[in-house]
């Protein structure tokens, strides 16, 4: 038969004791034997311990102190409650207080059924743990329950999730791992949570909208979708994003808010999404579709990755490195872009150029030659950029020269008259030895502006009349053999339902050939390419009608393809006007080729 013991003074269970009950209102404590006790706590504050066994605690009204070390069920009652967890067992814990209730674990604390043995599972009856703080500097692990709870990790190297509800998590010293939900056990939420990652190179997972701050260390932040800010005190960081984003508060891109004070971004999974950089010295990483990457200032290092990239240079650059990658990519040089090779801090170098694929946009009307400078004995160069500086005149104010120099290309973009490099000129370097032709700059027509030969031809349409030919009134291009890029300049329109403004590509080949959109400055690029059906009582005129409504926003083109009498229509839609408006653009495919995204590349 069980024997109770009831004080109103601190007491210890001796042997053959089973249960306490703590009498009165004073603060005393209640402690169990090695046995399985029942300790209930009176009005005061409480310190229970059951010591071994599987324990019952109950410490009932006032602020107490549970000791738990054994499969027990806990009952902080009223008032705000804190929990010593010291052993790896599955506890029960019973507490519907509106008080702040505290974990206080030397265990890694997991709500549920964690998989581990090294984990002190616990489940509620009743309420729920407002606070887990981890002991000692162990690498112990934490995650919530279902309400807004505060985690707080040790020196430890700390695995953080707070599951549902708008949670805190505070990573502390050590290199933690912190998820704004359980999303290692598919436990979501949307909720705005916190995450402070503290000292030590920390890893911040988002999810919904929340408010990532890195703390000291080289740290990483995860963000998938959602309205996002992060921080960051120091160290170099980087964010991994799966949507378009900036790291230039100042220039927003996308839903999330990432600080000044970060320095990467990696782009993640595998839709058509863009990265800018801030005025840091930035690494910007592609993903595998199709990306714009622009590094903003600074010495920056871009890399695309696989799919069709455009790589940007911009006016502030003081150098950079870029690696387009896998794919059909293009290096892409503002206007009033500069950089000096002899000048170590604004030296521009491209790592991969592949000719008859990958091209150099150098954003300068009027170019149509290509000079390519002797290197003498006793040229060096400092001695071959003065050359090549000094080939502009007043009847060609710019000029571009080629050299090739210890088995590297070196291009330079002359913009003034000055017999010296001038601020305003434009030098970088290709690794490798290479012999470019005007058509690695999309600047060579070939022999007929709509026909291409047996190479890798670029078929350049643009919006206004060229080459004698005005290609608003229509145009039929044949690329013949080899890669050809069929590049449609923006603004250029077309609508096959009249029949007097059409484009025609008669010879495309998927997988070959690639066609070149040129999309609007401030546009994110088309992500999917939309199949129509073709439906009963449809028309060619239907058809384009409904393939210029399929997007609502003026930010974000729509890319529809559709087959008609055997042809393969494309339509890219520019505005949320439900009807057809100029800005669109239809082309036909002579034949019935079925496109995906990696037939197209976008300037």
């Not at 149509?368 to 080939?391: C, E, I, Y």
């Not at 239809?586 to 079925?594: E, F, N, V, Y």
């Amino acid at each position: 038969m069980a024997t109770t013991i009831s004080s109103s003074t601190t007491y210890t269970l001796g042997a053959g004791e089973d249960n306490l009950t703590l009498q009165g209102t004073g603060n005393i404590n209640g402690s169990g034997n090695t046995g399985n006790n029942q300790i209930i706590g009176n009005a005061g504050a409480n310190v229970l311990n059951g010591l071994g066994g599987n324990d019952w605690l109950d410490g009932g009204a006032g602020n107490d102190v549970l000791y738990l070390d054994g499969n027990d069920f806990a009952e902080g009652g009223e008032g705000a409650d804190t929990y010593w967890v010291s052993g790896s067992y599955n506890l029960t814990i019973d507490d519907g207080s509106t008080g702040v209730d505290t974990v206080k674990a030397s265990v890694s604390f997991f709500q549920g059924d964690s998989g581990r043995s090294d984990v002190t599972e616990y489940s509620f009856s009743s309420g729920g743990i407002e606070r887990i703080e981890l002991q000692g500097s162990a690498n112990l692990d934490a995650a919530g329950g279902f309400t807004a709870e505060t985690l707080i990790g040790n020196s430890g190297n700390n695995l953080l999730a707070g599951n549902g509800g708008a949670d805190s998590l505070y990573g502390g010293d050590g290199n933690d791992t912190l998820y704004a939900d359980n999303s290692l056990f598919a436990m979501q939420d949307t909720l705005r949570d916190t995450l402070d990652g503290g000292n030590g190179n920390d890893t911040l997972y988002a999810n919904g909208s929340d408010f990532l701050l890195g703390g000291y260390g080289d740290d990483v932040f995860v963000l998938t979708g959602g309205n996002n800010f992060v921080g960051d005190y120091g160290g170099v960081d980087t964010v991994i994003s799966d949507e378009s984003i900036s790291l230039d508060p100042a220039n927003k891109v996308g839903t999330s808010l990432v600080s000044a004070q970060i320095e990467n971004l990696q782009l993640s999974g595998s839709l058509n999404i863009d990265g800018y950089g801030n005025n840091q010295n930035n690494t910007l990483t592609g993903n595998s579709g199709n990306n714009l990457l622009d590094g903003g200032s600074g010495v920056d290092s871009l890399n695309g990755g696989d799919g069709n990239d455009v790589l940007r240079v911009g006016s502030l650059q003081t150098g950079a490195t870029l690696t387009g990658g896998a794919g059909i990519d293009e290096f892409r040089f503002a206007s009033n872009a500069a950089g000096n090779h002899t000048v170590g801090t604004a030296a521009i170098t491209i790592t991969d150029f592949t000719q008859g694929q990958d091209w150099i946009n150098l954003s300068h009307a009027g170019l149509n030659t290509l000079t390519t400078l002797n290197v003498q004995a006793g040229d060096t160069l400092a001695s071959l950029l003065a050359q090549a500086s000094n080939q502009a005149t007043a009847a060609q104010p710019q000029a571009l020269s080629q050299f090739t120099l210890n088995g590297d290309t070196y291009v330079v973009l002359d913009t003034s008259t000055s017999s010296s490099f001038a601020s305003t000129d434009l030098a970088f370097k290709l690794n490798g030895a290479k012999t470019l032709t005007l058509a690695d700059f999309g600047l060579a027509a070939p022999s007929s502006p709509t026909t291409g030969g047996s190479g890798n031809d670029v078929l350049h349409v643009t919006a206004t009349p060229s080459n004698g030919i005005d290609y608003q009134q229509g145009a039929t291009l044949t690329g013949n053999g080899g890669n050809d890029t069929f590049w449609i300049d923006a603004g250029y329109r077309g609508d096959h339902a009249t029949g007097s403004n059409t484009l025609v590509i008669s010879d495309f080949t998927h997988g070959v050939d690639t066609i070149r959109l040129s999309i609007a400055s401030g546009l994110y690029l088309p992500g999917q390419i939309n199949t129509l059906a073709v439906q009963a009582g449809d028309t060619l005129s239907t058809l384009m009608a409904r393939a210029s409504h399929q997007t609502s926003t003026y930010t974000m083109p729509a890319l529809s393809q559709f087959v008609w009498g055997g042809e393969t229509y494309l339509v890219l839609d520019s505005t949320a006007d439900p009807s057809w408006v100029g800005s669109n653009l239809a082309i036909k495919l002579a034949g019935a080729p079925t496109l995906t995204l990696a037939d197209f590349s976008f300037a």
